[in-house]
């Protein structure tokens, strides 16, 4: 069952690189990753790749794969014709470190900038007590991997060097959205989201959602309904009229901003 | 946020530029956390807590480490399904899956601490799935008499990493990502008072291959497993036992190596993920086990330990998911060891699937609304990865190497190892398990004792003052040469002399995960196991000559390097107490001696370096004896 499958593998470092050709033997039923590992053990023992769990869990092995940001270890062999070329390159959006390896550092720069968790004292017998429907909405979000593909394809900064001081980007309104959707955080962020994170410059293209590996509706769900938010807390006399008579949202009430 | 106040770069906290020369970095702390699993996370947070100057230290960035893959949940009896579960029941039930080799106090405390450990989760954020009526809910699992495991679908691992990660960050607790410790480093007697003590560790960045000193007099060891000594095997590339392997070399003692556990269901088609986890939960939750005739088998594979809790008819073992108060246990959720053992006697009879595992069967229990919900990341991996639709039609599954109950001997209440200073929690260490683990136990093991060693290692360092252990130079130097050794393409530790390095580290890794698994696996001889030790000596003597090509910067084959000589150590610790605990019990099962022995439950075997620090010594140990007040708790049933 096994081919001779050629592959293209940019390898470089901050200073340029190039792409190599490599021709390596697969089989049935394997990843891009694979591939890479083989041409690895065999080929080039110094190749340098990011990757951990080879299960679509720790979202580490995020490159792009003919020019389409995937997770190496998802991508089966199958999705290409056995002649066709596979080229490899690592995320555009952040510096390459070596070869497919990149520098994340932005998103665990961004993520300190957000304020933490804030939940009321618990309840009497120790406990603390949600409905799995309101818990549902930020385990969708929780269900993210920190692949940080949808931060490397969002056209903000993807070759948009200027805009990542003010720009949190996809994974982190997915964050903040999970926080103001939980059922007993006391913060509102609202303001710090439309202002610090940038969530105004966000243009709703959707390129986050259609790379997500875990399917998460990162637009639909979770950057429209915040900037739906924000937007009502600072413009709308409607709701200030519905929640005095107990029509809107309670997601923010007793929640004091940050 | 650094202790230098220099610039750090802002992921991996490395100092220096890869085009930067020499130098070394160096920074002080009161702990260092090697690790970022959720003990490591938990005991960086409980020693900051407590006041601590903090450190963690991991080879991979945060949030990837292999805690991510925990599917099932944690257990802890916290009776909000059933309110007639408690500790004591925990603790039974943890006992007698590890066939009562445990470390009893281990096991005690992780049954009176894991609620609050879960509770505290949630503090932080977690979403668990919830009762009806809004509590954490609990499911259930292999060997727990209750519905007990907080779980978020079959993605609990991912939850919690994410959840202690949040919180470590929040708390602005140091990480230096992507950074690996190869050498701890002890006072060598230059006057402290703390000869022999832990004094720090030594490190090299994986990004720019530079070296970095950490000082420190408490270190804790929290570096997961040994899985990738194994071909088949659940875990990711970074269970390479380097904790085993660091406290061996510092002087401490490991126990119960020749536990291994075996997950019964691991996938076994396509070969490319061959060993990839499919949880219990699938069992938990309905479904059964069925060979190539169709026949539910494990009714035939009832030991006799667990004869009188467990379901004999498929009637009462369907009925037991509604009504557990009057009906047992179905056999599908034996403990691991026996599901593992009863798969692999069906597959060798000839009785398996297309591709050389077994049915595991839900999608004819369940609705597919159902599967979806509870499974998700199941439906997601079966149907990526192998084209299976599993609300549709069966999964193949087949053993796969997944924990090792053997690691550090510790303390039960404070998880010091021997030596002064140096901590060990979560897989790496080991007791509380005995010769098997539960399912679901061991995310509430790394809770509980990974707060309690973070406050142990944290009060430690706070009563010495400036009484503290000194790095020896020479030591560093020494470690910096290890670490560059397989850079240089001759060398003169051979026996001949000076002779000429060409073996390549994948290589080397590849035949010994092949060893490990045709002679060190789930069915075990004194044949094979002496065979087995025969190989490790070739390979530890090729390993010697290993040659990695290019330069110091993100190179994996040199990081490969490094790791196999903690492999060689720990897969020779694990051959060797196989070879000599001559009975079957939990994971380790020897078809020359079938049955447990009673004189062999009485003790734990002990592995430590041997003198000339080349190969191992090992002697048996009394296991610690049970309090009679704890005893009252088997005698009930």
């Not at chain 2, 802890?76 to 603790?91: C, I, K, L, R, T």
Request: proline share 4%; aromatic share 6%; hydrophobic share 35%.
């Amino acid at each position: 069952m096994g081919y001779d499958l050629k592959m293209r593998i940019w390898r470089g470092d901050v200073d340029g690189g190039e792409l190599g050709d490599y021709t390596v033997e697969v089989s049935e039923g394997e990843v891009v990753l694979d591939a890479l590992h083989r041409v690895q053990a065999t080929q080039a023992g110094d190749l340098a790749i990011r990757w951990n769990c080879k299960a679509g869990k720790c979202g580490s092995c995020s490159a792009e794969i003919n020019g389409k940001p995937r997770l190496l270890c998802m991508t089966r062999l199958s999705d290409f014709e056995e002649s066709e070329t596979i080229t490899v390159t690592p995320m555009r959006s952040f510096p390459v470190i070596r070869d497919l390896v990149t520098d994340v550092s932005y998103n665990y720069e961004k993520a300190k900038q957000l304020p933490a968790f804030a939940p009321p004292a618990r309840d009497e017998d120790g406990k603390r007590r949600m409905a799995q429907m309101d818990v549902e909405r930020g385990q969708e979000f929780r269900k993210c991997i920190e692949c940080f593909l949808c931060q490397n394809t969002c056209h903000v900064v993807r070759d948009h060097e200027e805009n990542k001081p003010a720009f949190a980007g996809p994974r982190f309104f997915l964050r903040y959205a999970e926080l103001d959707m939980h059922p007993l955080d006391t913060h509102d962020r609202r303001e710090l989201a439309q202002g610090a994170a940038g969530l105004g410059m966000c243009n709703i293209t959707k390129c986050c959602t259609e790379v997500c590996p875990e399917g998460i509706k990162i637009t639909d769900n979770a950057i429209i309904p915040m900037k739906e938010r924000v937007v009502d807390r600072k413009y709308d006399p409607l709701v200030w009229l519905g929640s005095k008579i107990g029509l809107r949202t309670k997601d923010n009430d007793g929640r004091s901003e940050v | 946020m650094t202790s230098t106040g220099s610039d750090r770069h802002p992921m991996t906290g490395n100092e220096m530029s890869g085009s930067e020369s020499g130098g070394m970095e160096r920074h002080s702390y009161d702990v260092v956390v090697i690790g970022a699993g959720g003990a490591g996370l938990r005991a960086a947070i409980a020693a900051h807590d407590a006041g601590a100057r903090t450190a963690i230290v991991c080879k991979s960035l945060l949030g990837k480490a292999h805690t991510v893959m925990a599917e099932g949940g944690i257990a802890a009896s916290m009776g909000n399904v059933y309110p007639e579960d408690g500790w004591e029941v925990h603790f039974r039930d943890t006992m007698r899956g590890g066939k009562m080799l445990n470390n009893w106090r281990m096991a005690q405390l992780h049954a009176q601490e894991a609620p609050e450990r879960v509770q505290e989760l949630e503090d932080w954020g977690a979403l668990f799935d919830r009762t009806p009526d809004g509590l954490i809910s609990q499911r259930d699992f292999g060997g727990h008499r209750y519905a007990r495991l907080a779980h978020v679908g079959d993605r609990t691992g991912l939850e919690m990493i994410r959840t202690l990660q949040q919180r470590a960050v929040a708390l602005g607790i140091d990480v230096f990502m992507e950074c690996t410790v190869t050498e701890l480093l002890k006072d060598p007697s230059t006057g402290s008072g703390r000869a022999g003590a832990i004094s720090g560790a030594f490190a090299y960045w994986r990004e720019t291959g530079r070296f970095v000193v950490f000082e420190a007099p408490s270190v804790i060891l929290a570096t997961g497993g040994i899985g990738k000594s194994f071909k088949v095997t659940s875990n990711s590339w970074e269970y390479t036992g380097d904790g085993h392997a660091l406290a061996l070399r510092a002087g401490a003692s490991l126990i119960n190596m020749e536990f291994v556990q075996f997950h019964p269901t691991g996938m076994v088609w396509p070969p490319s993920v061959k060993g990839l986890l499919v949880t219990e939960s699938v069992r938990g939750d309905g479904g059964i086990l069925r060979n190539s005739e169709g026949k539910r088998f494990m009714f035939d594979y009832i030991p006799e330990f667990f004869r009188s809790e467990t379901a004999d008819t498929e009637e009462e073992a369907d009925r037991w998911y509604d009504d557990k108060k009057n009906n047992r246990r179905p056999p599908e959720l034996l403990p691991r060891d026996e599901v593992a053992r009863a798969i692999n006697s069906e597959i060798k009879a000839g009785r398996g699937s297309p591709h050389g595992g077994i049915f595991l069967d839900i999608a004819s229990r369940r609705d597919p609304e159902f599967i979806r919900r509870r499974l998700p990341s199941m439906y997601h991996q079966f149907k990526e990865l192998a084209d299976v639709d599993i609300t549709a039609e069966p999964m193949e599954i087949g053993p796969t190497c997944h924990y090792v109950m053997g690691g550090v001997e510790v303390d039960a209440d404070t998880e010091l190892s021997g030596v002064t200073g140096l901590y060990a929690v979560g897989e790496c260490s080991g007791g509380m398990h005995g010769s098997n683990r539960l399912g679901g136990n061991s995310l509430s093991d790394l809770l509980v004792f990974g707060r309690r060693a973070g406050e142990s290692a944290a009060s430690y360092a706070a009563g010495l003052r400036d009484a503290r252990a000194v790095v020896d130079e020479g030591h560093v130097k020494a470690a910096q040469a290890d670490a560059l050794a397989p850079f240089d393409p001759s060398s003169g530790s051979g026996p001949a002399g000076a002779t000429e390095n060409t073996e390549n580290p994948y290589t080397i890794q590849s035949d010994l995960q092949n060893s490990m698994n045709d002679l060190v696996g789930i069915i075990r001889t004194a044949e094979e196991l002496t065979r087995s030790l025969a190989e490790i000596e070739k390979l530890k003597e090729r390993a010697q000559h290993l040659l990695v090509e290019g330069h110091r910067q993100y190179n994996p084959g040199w990081h490969l390097a490094l790791d196999l000589r903690n492999m060689l150590v720990v897969s020779e610790s694990i051959a060797r107490a196989a070879l000599e605990r001559q009975e079957s019990r939990g994971g380790h099962t020897r078809d020359d001696f079938p049955g447990p022995d009673d004189t062999w439950g009485t003790k734990n075997l002990v592995v430590r370096l041997d003198s000339t620090g080349t190969g191992i010594e090992l002697t048996e140990q009394p296991l610690p004896v049970m309090p009679d007040e704890l005893k009252t708790f088997f005698e009930a049933q």
